[in-house]
């Protein structure tokens, strides 16, 4: 009924915590563990644990995108429940699994996502940290997910070639097939997680510090390529719309205006920093064009 995909490299200290709180789903599941090349002892801790381990080639391709694509190819079951390895089940998403309340929602409602809790290093905590709507349909969701396999496969499975934003990737094919995903009001997961300042996100957002910053444009070809770029950008309009203005008003400065009215609009339908995300929308994508590629992750061990 359910399998559960972990996906990790070097999570060696978080495996036996992540499948602690696995135990107490009593559902039929599977666990399956996707390693991504680690360099320390991760495969040998997963299979003290793990109903499979599968181990990929190494590559300076391997991102998150491509553990989860090999893993919905091994899951036996319909149901495929995505977590990282630095991840804990919360107990309100488990009771939520074996009373099998997936079970009673419409069938357009292809997953399922609940509230995240951040633990940082210095012990410090963000609570719901990712936003989402309460009891409805999500606009997004996260690396921790739960999935109808029959619905990824038919979307075409994650990309292995988008290295992040791979999440709405995915999410904008499942919704053009007519399928979405419901956003519960409970706890889902703990994140053990590493806190980033302010400053170093900003930059990230127009400086490439590591190779995510490529993932937007990315995932613009895998959406051409799929034929889904045109509700790809109904879904995400602002950035296009930016960049269509700043074109215009190139040859007409008399519209620097709109540019104007444009942030003030956004300003007050959303929050302040969206407006500094679609500009760097406009940087990533752009130049994520450039950075893309066809990957296949290959299998090199499993047990």
């Not at 053990?192 to 937007?216: D, E, H």
Request: hydrophobic share 40%; with cysteine; aromatic share 18%.
């Amino acid at each position: 009924m359910l399998s559960v995909v972990v996906i990790g490299k070097n999570e060696a200290l978080n495996l036996k915590n992540l499948y602690n709180s696995l135990v107490n789903i009593n559902i039929s599941k599977e666990i399956i563990y996707v390693d991504s090349a680690s360099d320390d002892n991760s495969v040998e801790i997963s299979r003290q644990y793990f109903d499979k381990v599968v181990v990929l080639e190494k590559s300076d391709k391997l991102c998150a995108s491509a553990g989860r694509y090999i893993g919905t190819q091994y899951a036996k079951y319909t149901w495929i429940l995505y977590l990282d390895g630095d991840m804990e089940l919360e107990n309100e998403f488990i009771e939520f699994l074996n009373n099998k309340d997936f079970e009673k929602f419409d069938t357009n409602i292809s997953g399922f996502m609940g509230f995240y809790k951040y633990i940082y290093k210095d012990d410090s905590s963000d609570e719901n940290r990712l936003l989402q709507h309460k009891n409805k349909i999500v606009e997004h969701f996260g690396g921790a997910v739960m999935l109808r396999k029959d619905i990824v496969i038919s979307a075409g499975n994650w990309n292995p070639s988008v290295v992040a934003n791979e999440e709405f990737d995915l999410y904008v094919r499942i919704q053009k097939l007519g399928f979405f995903v419901y956003g519960l009001d409970i706890k889902m997961v703990k994140h053990i997680a590493k806190k980033v300042s302010n400053f170093n996100t900003l930059i990230s957002l127009f400086y490439p510090l590591n190779k995510r910053f490529y993932g937007f444009g990315q995932s613009l070809v895998s959406q051409y390529k799929h034929g889904t770029l045109w509700y790809f950008i109904k879904k995400r309009p602002y950035p296009f719309v930016y960049l269509i203005v700043i074109i215009l008003s190139i040859y007409n400065s008399n519209l620097l205006l709109l540019i104007l009215l444009l942030f003030v609009y956004i300003l007050f339908h959303k929050k302040w920093y969206y407006n500094i995300l679609y500009f760097s929308d406009i940087i990533r994508g752009v130049t994520g064009i450039f950075h893309s590629y066809n990957y296949t992750p290959k299998v090199k061990f499993e047990y």
